[in-house]
């Protein structure tokens, strides 16, 4: 698999942990921040679909 067929990161450069150790850059949890690079690209769909959940959760 080449770099460019992996699942790329959320990371909006704006990196902060909230007081539920979630970024509000990107909407990942400081352990899926630490293991992203350690992921397959199914497990960081997985945390991308959380992702989209919490913006949900965070827009209402």
Known sequence: MSV???VRSPCVS????????????CQ???????RWTQ??????????REVAIREEKFAL
């Open 39 to 48: 992921m397959t690209n199914e497990e960081r769909r997985d945390v991308l």
């Open 14 to 25: 704006v990196c902060a942990l909230d007081e539920n150790d979630v970024c509000i850059g």
């Open 28 to 34: 990942r949890t400081g352990d899926e921040i630490l």
């Open 4 to 6: 460019t067929d992996k």
